[in-house]
Nanobody, 126 residues
Framework: VQLVESGGGSVQPGGSLRLSCVAS????????TVWFREAPGKEREGVAC????????NTADSVQGRFAISGDNVKNTVYLQMSRLKSEDTAVYSC????????????????????WGKGTPVTVSS
C-alpha cells in the first residue's frame, strides 16, 4: 500500500493550494481518507476526512469554510482544497487511508489502523 501526497508549497496569506493524495495497493472505496497536519511546536491536528464509499465529509472547526475535501474514486485520489490560507496553516500535511471514522460534527480522528504518506509541506508567509 502506498500513499503519495503532492501539491504543497509556499504561498502568501490569503492564497490557495490544492493538495492531492493518491493511493495504491488497497481497495480505495472501502476506507476513510483523512488529512492531518503537524507544525513545529504544535499538536498534530486532524483537518478533514472523507468516507470514500459515499463521499460524505467532515472538516475541523479551525478550517471550516476555508478548506474542502473531495475524492475521485476512479483515480484513487483525495484532494484538499485550501483557500484563504493563514500563517497558522503552515505545517506538513499528511494523508492517511484506513478504517477510521468520519462523521460530520465530530473531531477528525485517525483512531484505528491505516496507512500514511510521507507528507507535503505547506508554508504560508508574506
Amino acid at each position: 500500500v502506498q500513499l503519495v501526497e503532492s501539491g504543497g508549497g509556499s504561498v502568501q496569506p490569503g492564497g490557495s493550494l490544492r493538495l492531492s493524495c493518491v493511493a495504491s495497493g488497497l481497495t480505495f472505496d472501502d476506507y476513510v481518507t483523512v488529512w492531518f497536519r503537524e507544525a513545529p511546536g504544535k499538536e498534530r491536528e486532524g483537518v478533514a476526512c472523507i468516507n470514500n464509499n459515499d463521499g460524505s465529509t467532515n472538516t475541523a472547526d479551525s478550517v471550516q469554510g476555508r478548506f474542502a475535501i473531495s475524492g475521485d474514486n476512479v483515480k484513487n485520489t483525495v484532494y484538499l482544497q485550501m483557500s484563504r490560507l493563514k500563517s497558522e496553516d503552515t505545517a506538513v500535511y499528511s494523508c492517511g487511508l484506513g478504517n477510521y471514522q468520519c462523521a460530520s460534527g465530530t473531531q477528525v480522528s485517525d483512531v484505528g489502523w491505516g496507512y500514511w504518506g510521507k507528507g507535503t509541506p505547506v508554508t504560508v508567509s508574506s
